[in-house]
Each structure stands twice: as C-alpha cells, then as structure tokens.
Nanobody
Framework: VQLVESGGRLVQAGGSLRLSCSASGRTFNRYVMGWFRQAPRKEREFTAAISQGGGTTHYADFAKGRFTISRDNHKNLVYLERNSLKPENTAVYYC?????????????????WGQGTQVTVSS
C-alpha cells in the first residue's frame, strides 16, 4: 500500500483544515487507518485512527472533540479535519495503515506510512 497525504498548508489561527490521505491498491478497506503528527523537536504521536469499515474511531486525548477522522472506501481516502486551529497544531501530519492493530497509538503497529504533509498555523 502506498500512502500520499495532501492538504497541508499555512493557515491562520482559528482557521480550519482537512487533510487527505490517498491509498493505492484495491484492498484499502482491509486496513485500519491512522493519523499521526510530529511537531518540531518532538516525537511522532498518535492523533486518530479509524476501523476498516469506518464504524469505529479512536482519538488521542488531545484530539477528542477537536479532530475528526473519516474515510471513503470507494475513493481509497482517509481524512483528518480540524477546526479552530492553534499554533500548537503546527506539525507534519502522517497517515499510516495496518491490517491489524491492537494498540492504536503504537507507531510500530502500522505497516505503511506516507511521507507526511506540513501544517503550519500562524498566530
């Protein structure tokens, strides 16, 4: 599976953003999909994940009520949306795919990663 993120850009604080991750192949609906972020000088951290069918979602504590993950299996796309962006949301955002996940927040559970898309929030 090849993953390509898009949608990252420079945005003012208070703005909103929807990131997209496009997956290659015809088996997209077999994969749990996750979003992670890596802020400057920090480790990559889990943000959100969504089950193969889209019926179950998981969020990091900081992401609950602030980020929304969704997917479209017909288009092989997974999304991450955020309103009311803040400068501390500045990071490179990565999507990842896994056939099976026991710990959604664990980076090593994911088999495939995209290159990331940069989100910069100005104050």
């Amino acid at each position: 599976v090849q993953l390509v993120e898009s949608g990252g850009r420079l945005v003012q604080a208070g703005g909103s953003l929807r990131l997209s991750c496009s997956a290659s192949g015809r088996t997209f609906n077999r994969y749990v999909m996750g979003w992670f972020r890596q802020a400057p000088r920090k480790e990559r951290e889990f943000t959100a994940a969504i089950s193969q069918g889209g019926g179950t979602t998981h969020y990091a504590d900081f992401a609950k009520g602030r980020f929304t993950i969704s997917r479209d299996n017909h288009k092989n796309l997974v999304y991450l949306e955020r309103n009311s962006l803040k400068p501390e949301n500045t990071a490179v955002y990565y999507c990842a795919a896994a056939l099976e996940v026991h710990a959604f927040a664990a980076l090593n559970e994911y088999d495939y990663w995209g290159q990331g898309t940069q989100v910069t929030v100005s104050s």
